[in-house]
């Protein structure tokens, strides 16, 4: 390992300790890497500002920043255990490079605003990333909710046959639902766009960093301003980015159990692609929809992150290294839930349904509830309709379709109103075009 940042004279590291406290760590900054290097150049720029360094020296360090940026995408600058985390690899490397100018870098600056900072940035961009695969699913099933909107579909409560449905309310209840997403991640995007950086160990340092500049240079809609907040918010905004994306991930497990289940030979609705679904290696006639199964068990990965990190922030105020640890839960919880999602839009786009099993088991006692309020609609109190509806003789010479086009509360299968939602999608997608 380099020289650790903090290494006093005569107090030797023990390997072991040392593993323990930066094992991983090293490994989880891969992910963080380029934002503490975009974060860094726009501390160097505050440093400048202050006269602290001289232009020529900006200039150098960002050159040098950038430089170092570029290694590391093409995989020539290595984060590994050689470091002790990031921090000290870009601490090391415009040291190496530039010498005293390097060893400026750091002034009024501490790991924990600029691991702050670099994993707000990280945050944000995967948000950015979660509403877009969420208006996208949103607008799949949209476009199949209109063109879908009349083909029947058994409705089930309790997993029992409830009354006749329509893939028009199917889809449109997954767009209706990755809107709402759409718009989370967006909404906690925006919550949790506020800037870190300047904020030091917690409690600010004494010299009068510009840090609006800052925020404004980074993309931050605004200051975090108490310096002891910042290190308070650790944990807390990683907590509402995993809350936006598994209101996305929690649908996917709805919807990928429907699709399990109407897969199935019972059900018969729907085929899968063929590239959804693998072979068993033992028997020859299966093919199992197992990416949608991975799909439904992402959750478990978002719902873990979550609880890791509410059980690591129970702390109190100030920097803690327990914090490191919400690293790997972010990490793991949005690569899951990320993973998830970025697969549905394709596989929604090529569905088959087979829509004649679809009608073929729709039973007469789907029409029960439609007879009694037809009958309560016409002046029978509804308890008497209730009752008489219950004999099956009264539900017969009855179409699907007639059924559905006469279900016209709002948002029934009569009168769905796609175009409110449409108005909802087009609204979500100028605020995501802004955020480019
Ligand atoms: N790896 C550390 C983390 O993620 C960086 C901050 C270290 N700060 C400290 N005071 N030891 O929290």
Redesign the pocket.
Known sequence: MTALLWQKPGVSVDAEIQTFLAGD?VLLDRELMRYDIRASKSQAQSLQELGILTDHELADIDAALTDLDAAFVAGEFILDARYE?M?SAIESYLTERLGDTGRKIHTGRS??DQ?LVASRLWLRDRLQQTARIAIEIAEVALRRAESEAMQPIAGFTHLQRAMVSSLGMWWGAWAEGFIDNTQRALDTLQWINSNPLGSASGYGVNVRFDRDAASERLGFNRTQLIATYAQLSRGKFELAALDALGASVLDLRRLAWDLSLFASHEYGYVKLPAQYTTGSSLMPNKRNPDVIELMRASYAAVAAARVEIEQTVSLPSG?H?D??FT?GSISHGFGRGLGALALVPDLLRNLEWNGERMVEVLDDGLYATDVAMEMAAAGTPFRDAYKAAADPSTWSGRTPEASLSARVSPGGAGNLQLETLQARLDNLAEQLARLD
């Open positions: 760590d985390d921090h790991r924990n691991v920097y290294r914090l490191q690293k």
